[in-house]
Structures are given as C-alpha cells and as structure tokens.
C-alpha cells in the first residue's frame, strides 16, 4: 500500500496528485494544506467515495506545523512514507510577467526585498524544512522518492537561450530548489532516498486567471512569453489539465531510480530536458 504526501493540495497540481493517486484505493494520499476545513469539504463534496484521503492542516512556512503533520502522517501510515511530493510553491503575478527593471520600477526597494524574501522562504526554505520532517519516514518507507516540483524557468540555458527576462525572483528560486535537491540526494543516495526536481509542463492552476489583467502591461508579455514557448515547441497548444500533468510526471518518476544514476536529477514532464510541450 504505497503512501503519499503531497504539499499544497487543495487546488491546483496539488489537488491533481491527490485526486489521481486516490483513485487506487490501494494508496495512502496525505494532502498538506494550510486550510483543513476547506479542502476536507472539498473532499466530502467532490471525491466522497474515496476513504484513502486524508487532509492535514500545515502552512509551509511553519516548521512545527510540518513537524506535527510528519507525527499526524507516521500515525496514519504506521510510521513509513514512500513519496513525499513538495508542490506548494510562492507565485506572484507581477514576477512572472515582468523584467527586472519593470518589476523594480513597480515597486520599491523595501516591497522588493520582502518578495524576494516570500520566494526564498517559501520555495527553498520551506522546502529543506519539509525534508527534515519528513525524512525519518522516508528512511523506513519502501519505495523513498522525493518529488520537488521545479520549473523550466529554473533552468539557466532555456533561459538564456529563448531570452526569459520575466520572473526573476521565481526563477532563481527554483534554480536555488534544484541545488537543494542535488544537495539532499547526495547525502541520502546512500539510504537509498531518490531526490528529483521535476518541471510539470505548462499546467492550468487557475492562478493566472486572478491578478493578469491589473496592468495592461503584463497581457502583452503574456502573449510575448506564448510566442517564444511556440517557438520553441511547435507542438505546444496550450496548459495541461493538472492531472494530465500528474500522470505524466508520475510516469517518469516511477522509471528513475537511483540504481540508474538518477539521483538529483532536473527533468520536465517528459522525462528529458525538453521542457514544452
């Protein structure tokens, strides 16, 4: 009976892991949000047949709430994990739309500061704070693979390459989860913990639909970014449904191994570096 974590569960990615992994009555699916009540009735009122969910209330960015939600999980579990999927991340509009100098025109340097610091506490800090609670159950789990979802926008070369200005703070936040992954994977290889970043593809969160339109600005470099994506893959039509994107990421994680050199690996959803579509 394989067992599952999942950060950020209650829409997006987040609530795509956990609604095609409990189709499998066989696997335990543990989704970490920072709102319970909410996504348990979201629970109850779109997936009520399905007895293997179980919802924990943990922000990110609380270190003892992660820890008592690793104690809630060794409960449930009988003290093991197998996957432990990092999927909450910190998004901010502006970021992803902008270039350096039109986001710092935008903003001062004290609300700059303090999104830098929202990015890195959340998609890097956060994150080595999740493994270190969650670690000791993945030391007696089975299967021992960490899922980090990352981001092409993390990769240097793609974004040299097909010259991205945009999403500087994001970016660089999850070039930075990438290393930590590499890091974590090399001391734990030995314990046979796989670690791997992996980019989900285009995916439809419905976050873009909330703030894009405040600057008339930031639709125009929507519609510069979609040309370079087009550019650069032909094929790509648009967002994946998140649990397209699941089940496409899924199918590549349960191919790697460390056995075959994955361990730390930065892959897209296709299981290559090909990041589109």
């Known amino acids: 009976m394989p067992s599952y974590v999942i950060t950020g569960a209650s ?67 009988g003290g093991s994990l197998d996957y432990l999927v990092g999927n909450a991340a910190y998004l901010d509009m502006f970021d992803q739309f902008d270039g350096p100098s039109g986001f710092l025109a935008n903003s001062t340097p004290e609300e700059f500061t303090k999104l830098f610091r929202s990015f890195f506490d959340t998609n890097v800090l ?27 926008m993390g990769d240097p070369d793609f974004n040299r390459e097909w010259a991205h200005d945009q999403a500087i703070l994001y970016s660089s936040s999850k070039a930075a989860l990438n290393m930590v992954n590499i890091k974590f994977g090399a001391q734990y290889k030995k314990d046979g913990v796989l670690f791997i970043s992996m980019c989900p ?26 040309g370079k994506f087009q550019a650069y893959s032909p094929d790509f039509k648009g967002a994946h449904e998140p649990v397209e994107s699941v089940k496409m990421m899924l199918g590549v994680l349960d191919k790697l191994s460390i056995e075959n050199n994955d361990q730390g690996k930065y892959l897209s959803h296709l299981g290559t570096k090909r990041w589109l579509p």
């Open 126 to 152: 956060a994150q080595i704070f999740l493994y270190e609670a969650f670690l000791p159950l993945l030391l007696k789990g089975s299967i021992k693979k960490v899922l980090s979802i990352s981001s092409c």
């Open 201 to 226: 593809g285009v995916v439809d969160t419905g976050y873009e639909n909330n703030r894009i339109y405040i600057r008339p600005a930031l639709a125009a470099k929507l519609q510069e970014i979609v």
């Open 11 to 77: 829409r997006g990615l987040g609530w795509g892991f956990v609604k095609h992994l409990s189709e499998d009555t066989s696997n335990t699916v543990i989704g970490l949000v920072r709102n319970a009540p909410a996504t348990i009735e979201r629970v109850k009122t779109e997936l009520a047949d399905r007895k293997n969910i179980h919802i924990l209330q943990a922000d990110r960015n609380d270190t003892p709430a992660l820890k008592k939600a690793a104690a809630d999980t060794a409960n449930i579990t």
